[in-house]
């Protein structure tokens, strides 16, 4: 039953629109970019940095809160689908939504306010606008005094943020408008209190792990991470403090999807095996409830030992990221994440005795970046030897510490494909020169015959496409398609 009509004047003070409550909540990836936007990574999608485009995390997390507060959640997923933006505004108004909240990112962000303008033009003006994802919690309501076309902005848990938006509209916790003290955002101390992601609301077949075509889902299993690395977003975006869901209810979430038919998973964490004993734990119950599953996610070195790793391994895990970062232990001061050789090394050949794919993350371009750190860096790999590498450019996302230290220098750094090319130009190295040694460094690593070696052994078995995949998903590109 409608509560009161609740009215505001729009910022442009030429229309009213309603304030709650929204029944129709239509979730929005704007057609502006293959972006990763799940709140903690905000990387542009290329084929070498984010491995398979993955489905919308907080979107299935916050239909879930709209769905259980009573509402009507739809999620578009643009550029995973290829729309357009007149594509998406045509689709967005056949939902016939009470509001519309897009996801937008650091480098995608001009583009999404022009896809908000560009929907305002078309909506009734009952509909409210608003924005979701990283710059929320890093521009704060300046976005909305910004842009006109935005009537809010959504930070917090997706489901409980999305629920309160639901019942109670623009007054909602976790709602920021910039003209009322809202709430602050809703944080749940324990993640077994929230509703499961509601997958309903996408279409799994489009997303599908790289090479095999077999259709991903990404499983949220811990939030938030202790560590202080300078230029992550995880402390801005999910609190400093982990939280851990139940094995068991992951375990069994897990085996719920593979019944439906998928079989490969992200299990997202900050650091995977923060607690080695609930890690454990995880493993055993994934075994145990869903012997199926076969998964990837990611971690720390440090938290790393031989019998956590085995004990995921037997859960199913097959590929685990290790954020290194760099080998210089002078720049690994700087930015708060200090690389210990023989913490890596001992990681990835627990790494090996366990069947466990590992992947080293390598982050160059930061300010202090200089020819000898580059060198230190390749003799880490060498000496470490991870199975697989991936490289970013470093990136100072708004609201992170690297980003403040670099504002009190004075630099100012852009890149709109967020961490996949440089943002700047640190002064001890050109970006040339950068991408000279970051070429010689990846051909040195993948012309070792130990690391084909591994990879065949680890990845040979769970990747080899199945031809019932590869028949699956020619099925699923050709047939019509319905829903987000
Ligand atoms: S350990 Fe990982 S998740 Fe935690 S702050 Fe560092 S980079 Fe971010």
Same mark, same amino acid.
Request: charged share 20%; glycine share 8%.
């Given at each position: 039953m409608p509560q009161a009509a609740e009215t505001r004047q729009a910022s442009d003070g030429a229309a009213r629109r309603p304030v709650a409550p929204l029944r129709r909540i239509a979730l929005v990836l704007p057609p502006t970019g293959p972006y990763c936007r799940e709140d903690r990574c905000q990387s542009y999608f290329s084929a070498d940095l984010v491995p398979s485009m993955r489905p919308p995390l907080e979107e299935v997390e916050a239909a879930a809160g709209i769905r259980g507060a009573g509402g009507t959640p739809w999620v578009l997923d643009a550029p995973a689908m290829g729309l357009s933006a007149a594509a998406a505004i045509e689709q967005v108004l056949a939902f016939t939504p009470d509001a519309v909240v897009l996801t937008g990112t650091f480098g995608s962000l001009h583009d999404d306010v022009r896809f908000a303008e560009a929907l305002r033009a078309r909506l009734p003006q009952s509909v409210c606008i608003g924005l979701r994802g990283a710059p929320v919690y890093a521009f704060g309501a300046e976005l909305l005094s910004a842009h006109p076309a935005l009537d809010f902005l959504v930070h917090g848990e997706p489901e409980l943020s999305f629920a309160a938006l639901c019942a109670q509209g623009l007054a909602g916790a976790g709602v920021v408008r910039s003209h009322l003290p809202n709430p602050p955002a809703p944080w749940a101390t324990s993640l077994d209190a929230l509703p499961r992601a /509601? #997958? @309903?609301?996408? /279409?799994? +077949? #489009?997303y599908r792990v790289r090479g095999t075509f077999e259709p991903q889902a990404t499983i949220h299993v811990q939030r938030g991470c202790p560590f202080r690395c300078t230029y992550c977003l995880v402390g801005t975006v999910s609190g400093r403090k982990a939280r851990h869901r139940d094995p068991l209810d992951v375990a069994d979430e897990l085996a719920e999807l593979t019944a439906q038919g +998928?079989? %490969? %998973?992200? *299990? #997202?964490? =900050? +650091? *995977? @095996?923060?607690d080695r004993q609930w890690a454990r734990e995880l493993g055993d119950a994934i075994a145990a409830r869903a012997p199926k599953a076969r998964w990837v996610s990611a971690t720390r070195v440090e938290t790393a030992d031989h019998k956590t790793l085995q004990a995921l391994a037997r859960g199913g895990c097959y590929g685990l990221s290790f954020g290194v970062e760099t080998g210089s232990v002078e720049l690994g001061k700087r930015i708060e994440k200090v690389p210990h050789l023989g913490r890596a090394t001992e990681a990835f050949r627990a790494c090996d005795r366990a069947g466990i794919a590992s992947l080293m993350y390598l982050v160059v371009? %930061? &300010? &202090? =970046?200089t020819a000898q750190t580059l060198d230190e860096t390749r003799r880490f790999i060498a000496a470490a030897r991870p199975d697989l590498l991936t490289t970013f450019w470093a990136h100072p996302y708004p609201g992170t510490a690297y980003h403040r230290q670099l504002t009190e220098l004075g630099v100012v750094a852009h890149s709109a494909q967020a961490q996949a090319e440089p943002a700047l130009e640190p002064p001890g190295i050109c970006i040339d020169e950068i991408r000279r040694r970051v070429k010689r460094l990846t051909a040195a690593h993948y012309a070792r015959p130990a690391v084909w070696a591994s990879v065949a052994r680890k990845l040979g078995p769970v990747l080899l496409p199945r031809p019932g995949a590869w028949l699956r998903h020619l099925a699923d590109t050709f047939a019509p398609q319905v829903g987000g």
């Amino acid at each position: 039953m409608p509560q009161a009509a609740e009215t505001r004047q729009a910022s442009d003070g030429a229309a009213r629109r309603p304030v709650a409550p929204l029944r129709r909540i239509a979730l929005v990836l704007p057609p502006t970019g293959p972006y990763c936007r799940e709140d903690r990574c905000q990387s542009y999608f290329s084929a070498d940095l984010v491995p398979s485009m993955r489905p919308p995390l907080e979107e299935v997390e916050a239909a879930a809160g709209i769905r259980g507060a009573g509402g009507t959640p739809w999620v578009l997923d643009a550029p995973a689908m290829g729309l357009s933006a007149a594509a998406a505004i045509e689709q967005v108004l056949a939902f016939t939504p009470d509001a519309v909240v897009l996801t937008g990112t650091f480098g995608s962000l001009h583009d999404d306010v022009r896809f908000a303008e560009a929907l305002r033009a078309r909506l009734p003006q009952s509909v409210c606008i608003g924005l979701r994802g990283a710059p929320v919690y890093a521009f704060g309501a300046e976005l909305l005094s910004a842009h006109p076309a935005l009537d809010f902005l959504v930070h917090g848990e997706p489901e409980l943020s999305f629920a309160a938006l639901c019942a109670q509209g623009l007054a909602g916790a976790g709602v920021v408008r910039s003209h009322l003290p809202n709430p602050p955002a809703p944080w749940a101390t324990s993640l077994d209190a929230l509703p499961r992601a /509601d #997958r @309903t609301v996408i /279409d799994p +077949t #489009r997303y599908r792990v790289r090479g095999t075509f077999e259709p991903q889902a990404t499983i949220h299993v811990q939030r938030g991470c202790p560590f202080r690395c300078t230029y992550c977003l995880v402390g801005t975006v999910s609190g400093r403090k982990a939280r851990h869901r139940d094995p068991l209810d992951v375990a069994d979430e897990l085996a719920e999807l593979t019944a439906q038919g +998928t079989r %490969f %998973f992200y *299990l #997202r964490a =900050e +650091t *995977l @095996t923060l607690d080695r004993q609930w890690a454990r734990e995880l493993g055993d119950a994934i075994a145990a409830r869903a012997p199926k599953a076969r998964w990837v996610s990611a971690t720390r070195v440090e938290t790393a030992d031989h019998k956590t790793l085995q004990a995921l391994a037997r859960g199913g895990c097959y590929g685990l990221s290790f954020g290194v970062e760099t080998g210089s232990v002078e720049l690994g001061k700087r930015i708060e994440k200090v690389p210990h050789l023989g913490r890596a090394t001992e990681a990835f050949r627990a790494c090996d005795r366990a069947g466990i794919a590992s992947l080293m993350y390598l982050v160059v371009g %930061f &300010w &202090w =970046e200089t020819a000898q750190t580059l060198d230190e860096t390749r003799r880490f790999i060498a000496a470490a030897r991870p199975d697989l590498l991936t490289t970013f450019w470093a990136h100072p996302y708004p609201g992170t510490a690297y980003h403040r230290q670099l504002t009190e220098l004075g630099v100012v750094a852009h890149s709109a494909q967020a961490q996949a090319e440089p943002a700047l130009e640190p002064p001890g190295i050109c970006i040339d020169e950068i991408r000279r040694r970051v070429k010689r460094l990846t051909a040195a690593h993948y012309a070792r015959p130990a690391v084909w070696a591994s990879v065949a052994r680890k990845l040979g078995p769970v990747l080899l496409p199945r031809p019932g995949a590869w028949l699956r998903h020619l099925a699923d590109t050709f047939a019509p398609q319905v829903g987000g």
